[in-house]
């Protein structure tokens, strides 16, 4: 039954599940839960955020595990806290998420079993290269956003609670400050993602957070560069946290976990995401970060 409600409904990008329209994820996800986990265990269903969708690592991740093993795993995008509400309504397996504060929640409310260490990237503040505010170089994200504030150099939020917005927000809270005042734009469709708001950042000519891995795969198509990074603070943790079957009987309990043993095995998922994007940026778009990869790479 998954396999042909979702037949109809998902739309297909490489081996998952497009980045999808709140109103279509509305209408996949929480008008059609019965129909979703009724039936037979076709493939897993996996909420991701964003980035790494739009990255590529998804899909080669899920593709590559079908053809080891032969069960499917199809994905839908959405900010970490969409993602997470779609969990909620017990209608995926397993959620890809960045959001600390969000997942320890989804996890504290029952619904997640824990919070499993996948992989890593950072972010980075992007901006005009002719840099108005003056942040070029500076070693910290909280010194540069201080200098945005304080200059009123315009400033772009995906303002969509997700990983993303969360993660700038606590960038400005541990800054001292909070963004107010007409130099600070809130992206109407930032739950569109970083692709679509790094782009309208560079079409405004602004400054914004975004993530190492977005900015190297549209690097191409806009003026906007790298002004600050290395920070420790612009970490991106990313966590694989599989959905309760004591909250949501009908979740793939089994194939799940499997799943994510893979995706956090040294020599499979984990050594994917070591290489992925050297061939074609030069360096890697995120690093390993589960439990075994660090075990063995002391």
């Known amino acids: 039954m998954r396999q042909a409600v979702l037949g109809r409904l998902r739309v297909q990008r490489g081996g998952g599940m497009k980045r999808l329209s709140q109103a279509m994820?509305?209408?996949?996800?929480?008008c059609f839960p019965l129909f979703l986990h009724a039936g037979g265990g076709e493939f897993i269903l996996m909420a991701s955020t964003i980035g790494p969708i739009d990255s590529g690592i998804v899909s080669a991740l899920e593709a590559q595990y079908e053809k080891e093993t032969g069960v499917r795993v199809r994905h839908v995008g959405a900010g970490t806290g969409a993602a997470?509400?779609?969990?909620?309504?017990?209608?995926v397996?397993?959620?890809?998420?960045?959001?600390?504060?969000?997942?320890?929640?989804f996890v504290a409310d029952g619904f997640g079993t824990e919070r499993i260490p996948f992989m890593y990237n950072d972010f980075v503040i992007?901006?005009?290269e002719n840099d108005p505010a003056g942040i070029k170089g500076m070693k910290t994200a909280a010194e540069a956003l201080?200098?945005?504030a304080s200059k009123g150099a315009p400033f772009i939020s995906r303002g969509d609670k997700s990983g993303t917005n969360m993660a700038e927000l606590g960038l400005w809270a541990s800054a001292g400050?909070?963004?107010?005042?007409?130099?600070?734009?809130?992206y109407e469709k930032g739950s569109e993602g970083n692709v679509a708001t790094l782009l309208y950042t560079d079409q405004k000519a602004s400054y914004t957070v975004i993530d190492r891995a977005t900015f190297l795969t549209v690097k191409d198509k806009v003026k906007i560069v790298v002004l600050v990074e290395g920070d420790e603070a612009l970490l991106n943790h990313i966590s694989l946290i599989p959905v309760n079957p004591k909250k949501c009987p009908r979740v793939y309990e089994k194939e799940a976990l499997a799943f994510v043993q893979w995706l956090t095995d040294p020599d499979k998922g984990q050594k994917i995401v070591e290489s992925f994007g050297?061939?074609?940026?030069?360096q890697p778009?995120?690093?390993?970060?589960?439990?075994?990869?660090?075990?063995?790479?002391?």
């Open 285 to 298: 778009l995120f690093f390993p970060e589960s439990k075994a990869w660090k075990a063995r790479h002391k």
């Open 278 to 282: 050297k061939d074609r940026y030069g």
């Open 84 to 91: 997470l509400k779609i969990g909620t309504q017990c209608n």
């Open 25 to 30: 994820i509305f209408f996949v996800f929480f």
């Open 177 to 186: 400050i909070d963004p107010k005042g007409p130099w600070y734009t809130v």
């Open 93 to 105: 397996d397993l959620v890809m998420v960045h959001a600390k504060d969000l997942e320890e929640k």
């Open 146 to 148: 201080k200098t945005i």
């Open 126 to 128: 992007v901006g005009p």
